[in-house]
């Protein structure tokens, strides 16, 4: 059988670990001492993670131990992840495409063991691969089919509990062909943040697989020797046999046992049982199977809404607006006032921010844009009709207020903005910033981890075409955004970085809340975020919009971008410096912004970059029928809102823009009734 090796901890030199121990792999590849066969020379494979985008990959079909070249790049490569695999070719010749690890963006897949009469099933097994990843399958190996099939069953999302579906699809189908005792494993992932391992057979004894025991007992066993007074709390090891016979080092992984390892040297155990699975529908654009949730108890604040399973894909939009005084046109701090005169109907879709001198109204969720800017346009006319007959103020829309300065605001009433001025002190009282927030439904938390990480490197893009904010204080900010860094200076801002699954999601907010750093999920203001209770994702990165049909246009561009990213595997993960390089240029330079193209390693525009989202989009937008709202983003970026107020501010002087403000907030909302 094969051997391999995974490493998760401080970087390391590779052939510390591959050459340069008592019993390394590259030994285990002639003298194996737990597999069937000694030898182990049918090719070998190195995958390890870095600087770079994804995992840099080394296989060639020589043995471990005739590779001098191999043994020169491994005493040059420093990684903190890595995964090497020495081969024993069952069945099929020993060529370089069967070589592991397998490769799929940032992951890694490597299997020792077999598929018992593999070519009987192997048909079956291909078709049920999804067609979009049917074409990678390149080689001959059983090991490439599986990881391939774990892929289309949403490996991604949930390692563990796809790999239990992707074996119980393999028994199923080797029973219904007459084969037993199918599935021979131990398996190992990487998505590069996390390590994951299996152990498990279908009948008879597994393939041996241990895990290192934590570093302070090894020291505290071995205090005199050298290698282990250099390890640190965060590393761990997963190999399919010890690479050092000294007692106490190693534990042995049980049979039917999965294991999870974590940055911090943190070793996860649980039982891995296959559970029945039908296979996956092939549909042009197949989403991965919903998930059997495996671990802890999901908290109660991170249930998905079971109600949008069954209508997913509905939109609606939130709207923070100023309030005015006419006089002035100052902010007016009346939104107890404001909340109490508005009628039922209106009140239901209208709250408190923050500030006293801003009103949220929020549309209903509805099955197209078309539906919830009607919605928004009504909820501007009757705001407009009570602050004007009944309280004699105004509103306009706009990511600041031109003028304001910090000693005309004031926080809000209530509990939770009481909470957010004694946590954020000076920061709650400086002047306010307005935005847009569009929801999106999704039909599970699984979608939404896809759709959150897809829409990264697209908001942006999404924030240089809201940009509506160029003032503050009075004077030009030379932003297009200066909503943007004002809002920055809050906590929990910004884009949010990877999680690769809704089970890391939960691990990265759920001890905010335990400790009650945060009282609840709505104290994450991140540029898009999940909505577990409402099941939607939430792009709020975008500038407040003077007029109706520009917040449309921004919530079809939101409703496209969440469906393509929900309903399949993006590319790999932008780096996160270049993502925030990006929301700081759009913030800046709004649609003249020249923007990091990761892909192509160079800059491009705003605009440039919008139209290929706009043409990836189009397809979708017939489909969820706002595609003369997404037209619209085209008109929008031609005349945005940060050039507007510049244009009038310089004709009309600045002192005059918040009526210009007010006059769009009303017009713009009348036409769009009136049509």
Known sequence: MCRWIAWLGQPVLIDELLFKTQHQIVDQSLHARMGAEPTNGDGFGLGWYGPGEGPGPNESVPPAWGDANRRDLAAHIESPLFLAHVCAAIGSPGQQTDCHPFRRGRWLFVHNGFIADFHTIRRDLMLAVDPGLFSHVQGSADTEVVFHLALTLGLE????????????????????????????????????????????????????????ADVDAVRRLYPDYPRFQCLSPDDRLIVSEPSFDLPGVWQEIPEATAVTVRRGGVLEQQPFRPQAV??????????????????????????????????????????????????????????????????????????????????????????????????????????????????????????????????????????????????????????????????????????????????????????????????????????????????????????????????????????????????????????????????????????????????????????????????????????????????????????????IDDRRQQRRTARDALAELLEHCEPLARELGCAAELAAATTLAADPGYARQRMHAARDGLAALPARLEDEFVSAGRAVVAA
């Not at 092939?282 to 069954?310: F, K, L, N, Q």
């Not at 400086?430 to 990264?456: F, K, N, S, Y």
């Not at 809050?490 to 699954?501: H, S, T």
């Open 157 to 212: 999302q949930d390692p563990i509990a796809q790999l239990e579906r992707t074996v119980s699809l393999i028994e199923e189908t080797a029973q219904r062909r007459g084969v037993t005792g199918v599935v021979q494993a131990s398996f190992g992932l990487s998505d590069g943040t996390s390590l994951w391992a299996v152990r498990y057979a279908t009948a008879g004894r597994a393939p041996s697989l241990f895990a290192s």
């Open 278 to 595: 039908a296979a996956p529908r092939r549909t042009s654009r197949a989403r991965p199977m919903p998930e059997r949730p495996t671990g802890p108890p999901i908290p109660d604040w991170a249930r998905w809404s079971a109600t949008v399973a069954e209508r997913p894909w509905t939109v609606g939009i939130e709207e923070e607006v100023m309030l005015l005084e006419p006089h002035t046109w100052s902010l007016a701090n009346r939104i107890d006032d404001v909340l109490a005169a508005l009628p039922p109907e209106v009140a239901s879709h209208a709250s408190a921010e923050t500030h006293a001198c801003v009103v949220e109204l929020k549309t209903a969720a509805h099955p197209t844009v078309a539906g919830a800017g009607a919605e928004l346009a009504l909820l501007r006319q009757s705001l407009d009709d009570v602050l004007r007959n009944r309280l004699g103020l105004r509103a306009a829309a706009a990511g600041t207020h031109p003028l304001a300065t910090q000693s005309d605001v004031a926080v809000s009433s209530g509990p939770r903005y009481a909470e957010i001025a004694a946590t954020t002190r000076a920061l709650a009282r400086r002047e306010p910033t307005m935005a847009q927030h569009v929801h999106v439904a999704v039909p599970d938390e699984h979608a939404g981890v896809r759709a959150l990480e897809g829409l990264r490197s697209d908001l942006p893009v999404l924030l240089a075409l809201s940009a509506n904010s160029p003032y503050w204080r009075a004077d030009d900010s030379g932003f297009a955004s200066v909503r943007t860094p004002i809002f920055s200076m809050f906590p929990r801002v910004g884009i949010p970085r990877r999680f690769g699954a809704y089970a890391e999601y939960l691990r990265a907010v759920d001890p905010l809340l335990r400790s009650n750093a945060i009282p609840e999920p709505g104290f994450l203001w991140w540029d898009a975020r999940l909505q577990p209770r409402l099941g939607t994702v939430e792009v709020r990165i975008m500038d407040a919009q003077s007029r109706v049909r520009d917040a449309a246009a921004l919530a079809a561009v939101v409703h496209c971008l969440v469906r393509r990213h929900a309903d399949a595997h993006g590319p790999g993960a932008t780096p996160p410096e270049v993502i925030a390089e990006n929301r700081f240029l759009a913030a800046r330079d709004g649609m003249h912004a020249q923007l």
